[in-house]
């Protein structure tokens, strides 16, 4: 037999030739010595790229994360399959991994806590900015209230649910269940529904000229301030409760809103603000809001600096073109549009103008708070 | 465990080990890895799993290289600009990191048919596998190897040799 071929050696040693050649081959290098010599050359070979080839291992990994992050989740979104696969602990160790992750997390959680301040900051900044647009919609909710509810939506149940519900949202975000409903042992309900609660608390608001009311928070009401409170009531007396069925108790967590009633002559609903623009008047900036009050009837009101102009003076009625065009504009254009003025203590003027009359515009300046 | 799964768990590691020792590069081995297996699951059927993953990743290699040269110099940019937020797996001796130039440069230094052979067998593709990956006869395998095995050590010791003079300069 001739020598053996580097190829063939080779293939021995990596065990791709078959039965009977590789026996012949064995046999060849048991006999040859220059084969055998061979053969062991030919294993250091072997041995010697395995190792050079191993030291290619030791290249950077994860030097581009995010854009490879992407390609990583773009792949795995085409391939939904392999989404639940884990990579294998060689290629992917998981104490990088796991900083990756801590550090996803920690930019998420970062991200949240960002938000929630800024959205509580937010809230605080509007509570203040209205604090002095506080109202009493007293005789309107007492009005409401006196009308019975309609069977099937209880007064406890349409003072939370439909109303408090987009202000709760965000306590419910944080953690708090704002209208969890969860059997609670049998106990006495000591606590007066919503409704109950509402009412006593509008007559007391009637009595005094300025104090603090509470009330729950009305469709156009803002909150002034806000706390969280369970109460027990009736099962009876919410939907969740006649879902439940009747006679059990409920722990509900409501949101009951404070504010701060500062005039006996309040209107019925709070002008809700709904746009603000700038317009100029004779070279000097007027800041122009409109404002929409009971009714779905526009106000505006112009606030502009010096020069002077009439403190507090009333103005009857003529119908003011120009400020009819924004105030009078979604009413009837015959309606006649009524105009009051008056400086503020730092020289501001204010002009308050709408299709309403005076006194209702009075007390649209005082709901307002623009003293 | 299904098919996808799998065919993952088999082939994944090989498959990127072989991939960085090929391309030196791991962000990129694993992105055509995972291109690869994202391929490799749109197909029905696959008669010889291994050499399916290997032949469709050397393509994929390939065709990044011709395609898109500019994305290995975006790809250094970006390591550039993310260098401060590596974490690095472990800092490289520096014994081992010269151990590791100079098995690029020896690797580099093969014909491209013996490397990606030399490579492919490492990870334990059968001499079939190979030849149909690389579209040769089974019979060359063994040649082809044995020259790549051959002449990688002889480019490596070769490449440590002025080291090794310099060294022992340095030592006398």
Not at chain 1, 9 to 27: K, R, S
């Amino acid at each position: 037999m001739q020598h053996l071929d580097d190829g063939t050696i080779h293939a021995w040693l990596d065990g791709a030739l078959g039965t009977g050649e590789a026996a012949a081959v064995e046999a060849h290098v048991a006999a040859c010595r220059d084969c055998a010599d061979r053969v062991a050359e030919a294993r250091g070979l072997i041995a010697a790229s395995s190792r050079i080839l191993t030291a290619l291992d030791d290249v950077l990994a994860h030097v581009v994360p995010v854009e490879r992050a992407a390609a990583v989740a773009a792949a795995r979104a085409a391939a939904p399959a392999l989404a639940a696969v884990p990579a294998p602990a060689a290629t992917a160790p998981p104490a990088r991994w796991g900083h990756r992750y801590g550090r996803l997390a920690a930019a998420v959680a970062f991200v949240v806590a960002g938000t929630l301040i800024i959205t509580r900051e937010a809230n605080r900044h509007d509570v203040a900015s209205r604090r002095e647009m506080a109202h009493a919609g007293n005789e309107q909710r007492l009005q409401r209230d006196s009308t019975p509810a309609p069977s099937n939506a209880p007064a406890a149940a349409r003072a939370i649910a439909p109303e408090a519900a987009p202000a709760s949202a965000p306590v419910a975000a944080l953690g708090g269940a704002a209208r969890r409903a969860e059997p609670a042992p049998a106990v006495k309900p000591h606590v007066k529904s919503f409704a109950q609660e509402e009412r006593q608390q509008a007559a007391a608001a009637k009595k005094s000229v300025a104090g603090t009311t509470t009330r729950v928070l009305g469709q156009a009401e803002k909150p002034v301030d806000t706390s969280f409170r369970t109460t027990d009531v009736p099962a009876s007396s919410t939907l969740a409760g006649r879902r439940s069925g009747e006679g059990k108790s409920l722990r509900l967590d409501g949101l009951v809103v404070t504010a701060q009633s500062t005039s006996a002559t309040v209107p019925t609903t709070t002008p809700r603000l709904v746009s603000v623009d700038s317009v100029e008047r004779g070279g000097i900036a007027v800041r122009r809001q409109t404002y929409v009050i009971e009714g779905g009837t526009r106000v505006v009101l112009e606030v502009m600096p010096p020069p002077a102009v009439p403190n507090d003076s009333v103005a009857p009625a003529a119908p003011a073109a120009a400020h009819a065009d924004s105030a009078a504009a979604a009413d009837s254009s015959s309606a006649t549009i009524h105009i009051i003025r008056w400086r503020g203590a730092d020289g501001t003027r204010y002009t308050l103008s709408g299709p309403v009359s005076i006194d209702a515009l009075q007390r649209v300046r005082a709901a307002l708070g623009v003293k | 465990m299904d098919d996808a799964e799998r065919l993952f768990r088999t082939y994944h590691g090989m498959l990127v080990r072989y991939l960085t020792r090929r391309l030196g590069d791991r962000d990129w081995a694993e992105e055509v890895a995972q291109e690869t297996f994202v391929r490799a699951l749109r197909q029905d059927h696959l008669t010889n799993e291994r050499a399916w993953v290997f032949t469709v990743a050397n393509n994929l290699v390939r065709d990044d290289a011709r395609r898109d040269a500019r994305r290995r110099a975006r790809l250094a940019l970006l390591r550039e600009e993310t260098q401060d937020d590596v974490v690095e797996p472990e800092p490289l001796s520096l014994e081992r990191a010269q151990d590791a130039a100079l098995a690029r440069r020896a690797v580099n230094a093969l014909a491209e048919r013996d490397r990606l052979a030399l490579l492919m067998r490492e990870e334990g593709l059968s001499y079939e596998e190979i030849a149909e990956t690389l579209h040769l006869s089974v019979g060359s395998i063994g040649t082809t190897l044995a020259r790549a095995r051959r002449r990688l050590v002889e480019q490596y010791e070769a490449l440590r040799e002025p080291q090794r003079g310099s060294t022992g300069h340095a030592a006398s």
